[in-house]
């Protein structure tokens, strides 16, 4: 779906909006009129240390163009993840991103559509949610019912929440853009 132009450029972005956001800059997007990085999607950057998760945050759809997507969520996910501390300067050259950007969501009404490797998944039960990009059922080596169950934990409820008969389960994929596969230059950021 996006060129290897496309793929470095989201990844400098990225990249940038932290260094901003670290120095204590005000990180600013030049949007392109039209094309990939113009059009509103959801996405996710994922933030690694040593293959250890660092940061992780982004949004499920968004009315904005994927590129100041990015900017916000890689910005988000060096600071402001509650579950670890802000990102240090020091840590930010040796930190890999990864963008997973994401096509709509489909509901499921049979388990047994889900394919594991290719879907993410969303559950909602009431007022809670929870979401796990699909590469982590793939990362941890889960099957289906795994998958579900720890999507269910994400959400906040017991593992077999995603049985309730009230429970919504989505499913989509995600073009997922690696650092290691498309190298961003550093300097000037």
């Avoid at 120095?23 to 999607?41: C, W």
């Avoid at 009404?109 to 889900?114: A, E, K, P, Q, T």
């Avoid at 795994?146 to 429970?167: H, I, M, Q, V, Y």
């Amino acid at each position: 779906m996006f060129t290897k132009e496309e793929r470095r450029e989201l990844l400098a972005i990225a990249r940038k909006a932290i260094s901003d956001a670290l120095h204590g800059r005000t990180s600013t997007v030049q949007i392109p009129p039209e094309g990939n990085l113009a059009r509103p999607a959801g996405a996710f950057v994922t933030l690694r240390i040593d293959g250890n998760l660092r940061g992780c945050i982004g949004y499920i759809q968004a009315p904005v163009a994927l590129a100041e997507v990015i900017a916000e969520v890689a910005e988000k996910a060096a600071l402001e993840d509650p579950r670890f501390s802000p990102l240090s300067l020091r840590e930010l050259e040796q930190t890999r991103i990864e963008i997973s950007v994401l096509s709509t969501l489909q509901r499921i009404l049979d388990v047994n559509d889900i394919v594991v490797g290719k879907h993410g998944l969303l559950l909602e039960l009431r007022h809670q949610r929870g979401l796990l990009l699909p590469q982590v059922a793939e990362e941890y080596g889960w099957d289906r019912e795994t998958f579900l169950e720890n999507t269910a934990r994400k959400a906040g409820l017991p593992r077999n929440g995603w049985k309730d008969p009230e429970s919504i389960i989505y499913a989509f994929t995600a073009e997922i853009i690696q650092e290691e596969e498309y190298a961003t230059p550093k300097e000037n950021v």
